[in-house]
């Protein structure tokens, strides 16, 4: 469940979100891991209604989404204390408050000093934000009538990738983060959704939507072949 997977900075632990029946009633996500080292499965949270988890480069936190009541949060979770049982709500340190605000695939950047997330507004605004790791707003990417989603980090940091259907389509755009420059990395057909760059920045891979369905795609990532995105028009 949930909608993004991510690697510790070792690239041996995969973490994800998978739902469990709880008290027989429901389904509740919560968070796991899967160590490729030991070969086993790994789980976190038990009853958080937890999803979207991402660690920090230094592997000591790890930061995910909680829902409740259809309201949405943004919590960490201290990975360097090491507990041999699944965190509960006691364990978390909450971010955000619960609000009318919908979080989605917050991820830290190469340097753990922001995290970038998608947010969706009242209002109907479905943008890209940025926190620092105590929660607080350092600045929206966007904030517009597109659906921004799935943030990204190239590894030096330098840019933030996303999917929009800015231009009635949706692409894979780069946002620059010295200039606060928009670029066009993608010009399909169908859909770009979930940008992945590689560790040396030189493929990018992304989830491309067909008359098959989704696929996974590869392309080689060259900035000097990005164009500037057309300033957004509200249709």
């Known amino acids: 469940a949930g909608t993004s997977l991510a690697w510790d900075g070792e690239g041996t632990k995969l973490y994800y979100t998978k739902i469990e029946i709880t008290r027989n009633t429901g389904y509740y996500n919560d968070l796991y891991y899967y160590d490729l080292i030991k070969e086993r499965v790994v789980r976190l949270t038990k009853g958080l209604r937890a999803r979207d988890p991402h660690p920090s480069p230094d592997g000591t936190k790890l930061v995910f989404v909680m829902n409740r009541m259809g309201m949405t949060r943004l919590a960490m979770l201290d ?19 619960w609000g009318t605000e919908q979080y989605e695939t917050p991820c830290f950047s190469p340097d753990g000093s922001r995290i970038a997330v998608g947010i969706w507004q009242p209002g109907g605004y479905r943008d890209i934000r940025l926190l620092d790791p105590s929660g607080s707003v350092l600045e929206d990417i966007t904030h517009d009538r597109a659906i921004d989603v799935g943030p990204a980090w190239s590894r030096d ?60 795609h590869t392309m080689t990532n060259d900035p000097t072949a990005w164009r500037p995105a057309e300033p957004y028009t509200d249709r």
């Open 79 to 97: 990975l360097a204390k090491g507990s041999s049982k699944p965190a509960s709500e006691k364990d978390i340190i909450p971010l955000t408050p």
């Open 157 to 216: 940091g330098k840019y933030l990738y996303f999917s929009s259907d800015r231009s009635g389509i949706f692409n894979i755009y780069a946002y620059e983060r010295d200039t606060k420059k928009f670029f066009q990395v993608t010009n399909v057909l169908g859909g770009a959704f979930s940008p992945s760059p590689s560790a040396d920045g030189q493929t990018l891979a992304f989830a491309s939507y067909s008359s098959r369905g989704y696929d996974v």
